[in-house]
């Protein structure tokens, strides 16, 4: 394990920065790849710890450098946490793969987490989009993580993201004045529009057998098998947010796990799915350190 360091003094607390190299849990034919990782580290780490799961083709800066903003933030009031790239992402070592073969990974980084950490003794996952699901689809398995923070998790589907739209998007558009003097002036191509709309229509439509391969059944089961804590932040302009809500409107399973006492849910309005703006990110930091520090 190689570590560098730097040093940063954030709301007149210091924060200690150390890159990390170390293995994925993996056991595949790429378990000795190399992972990197960077560490924000407090004079006083609390025992609690955070550990950032990037998703996407996103590595552990994020956009608008969300992931380093929000480290810092958090170890400048007392929590460690470790942000890192995934096998094939970033300065990682490997071949890039999708959040459903990010466990070995997310272990990989746990097991560096407590040994560079030896004050550790718990650690809630973070995760954005499919960072998100990854992180709540290995937390079941995994005793060192006792709560989950989830961002727009990913649960994408082609009839939940019709759905979404139909919702969303084409139904608000019949009570905008703007569509309909566009609509008698000629500047909307009323075909073009029907064909789309019809589109939407037909895939909202689709059965459960033809998205075996969606997000949503190993999230659910994933949720419902974990004990630990959840905060779930919602942005308040995103469709994927509405994905997420339109489960709940539909599913009595999905409403039953949201209903537990360890569950809290957070929207920030206004945000699309990213959090691009300095406001955004900021209410994010206050939401995530006022929960963590609630138990």
Same mark, same amino acid.
């Given at each position: 394990?190689?570590?560098?360091?730097?040093?940063?003094?954030?709301?007149?607390?210091?924060?200690?920065?150390?890159?990390?190299?170390?293995?994925?849990?993996?056991?595949?034919?790429?378990?000795?790849?190399?992972?990197?990782?960077?560490?924000?580290?407090?004079?006083?780490?609390?025992?609690?710890?955070?550990?950032?799961?990037?998703?996407?083709?996103?590595?552990?800066?994020?956009?608008?450098?969300?992931?380093?903003?929000?480290?810092?933030?958090?170890?400048?009031?007392?929590?460690?946490?470790?942000?890192?790239?995934?096998?094939?992402?970033?300065?990682?070592?490997?071949?890039?793969?999708?959040?459903?073969?990010?466990?070995?990974?997310?272990?990989?980084?746990?097991?560096?987490?407590?040994?560079?950490?030896?004050?550790?003794?718990?650690?809630?996952?973070?995760?954005?989009?499919?960072?998100?699901?990854?992180?709540?689809?290995?937390?079941?398995?995994?005793?060192?993580?006792?709560?989950?923070?989830?961002?727009?998790?990913?649960?994408?589907?082609?009839?939940?993201?019709?759905?979404?739209?139909?919702?969303?998007?084409?139904?608000?558009?019949?009570?905008?004045?703007?569509?309909?003097?566009?609509?008698?002036?000629?500047?909307?191509?009323?075909?073009?529009?029907?064909?789309?709309?019809?589109?939407?229509?037909?895939?909202?439509?689709?059965?459960? %057998?033809?998205?075996?391969? %969606?997000?949503?059944?190993?999230?659910?089961?994933?949720?419902?098998?974990?004990?630990?804590?959840?905060?779930?932040?919602?942005?308040?302009?995103?469709?994927?947010?509405?994905? *997420?809500?339109?489960?709940?409107?539909?599913?009595?399973?999905?409403?039953?796990?949201?209903?537990?006492?360890?569950? %809290?849910?957070?929207?920030?309005?206004?945000?699309?799915? %990213?959090?691009?703006?300095?406001? *955004?990110?900021?209410?994010?930091?206050?939401?995530?350190?006022?929960?963590?520090?609630?138990?």
């Amino acid at each position: 394990m190689k570590r560098d360091s730097s040093q940063q003094h954030l709301a007149g607390r210091s924060v200690r920065e150390l890159a990390l190299r170390f293995r994925s849990a993996a056991e595949d034919d790429e378990a000795q790849a190399r992972l990197a990782g960077i560490l924000s580290l407090p004079d006083v780490p609390s025992p609690r710890g955070v550990l950032i799961v990037t998703g996407g083709p996103q590595y552990r800066v994020g956009s608008h450098r969300q992931f380093v903003l929000l480290a810092r933030a958090l170890a400048a009031q007392g929590w460690p946490v470790l942000r890192f790239d995934l096998r094939g992402m970033g300065d990682s070592e490997g071949s890039a793969r999708d959040y459903r073969a990010a466990g070995p990974d997310i272990a990989g980084a746990l097991a560096q987490f407590f040994d560079a950490v030896p004050s550790l003794r718990e650690v809630a996952l973070w995760g954005l989009c499919d960072g998100a699901t990854a992180a709540a689809c290995h937390a079941p398995s995994d005793a060192r993580v006792n709560a989950l923070i989830l961002l727009n998790p990913w649960v994408r589907s082609s009839a939940g993201l019709a759905r979404a739209t139909l919702r969303h998007y084409y139904l608000p558009r019949l009570l905008q004045g703007a569509f309909w003097r566009k609509l008698t002036s000629g500047g909307l191509q009323l075909g073009t529009s029907l064909a789309s709309l019809r589109q939407v229509v037909t895939a909202t439509q689709k059965g459960a %057998t033809q998205e075996d391969d %969606t997000p949503a059944p190993a999230l659910l089961r994933a949720l419902a098998q974990f004990q630990g804590k959840v905060l779930l932040i919602l942005s308040g302009d995103d469709l994927g947010a509405r994905e *997420w809500q339109a489960l709940f409107d539909g599913d009595a399973a999905w409403r039953a796990v949201a209903a537990r006492a360890q569950w %809290t849910q957070a929207q920030v309005d206004g945000a699309n799915h %990213t959090f691009a703006s300095a406001a *955004w990110r900021a209410e994010v930091e206050q939401l995530c350190a006022r929960w963590l520090r609630s138990w």
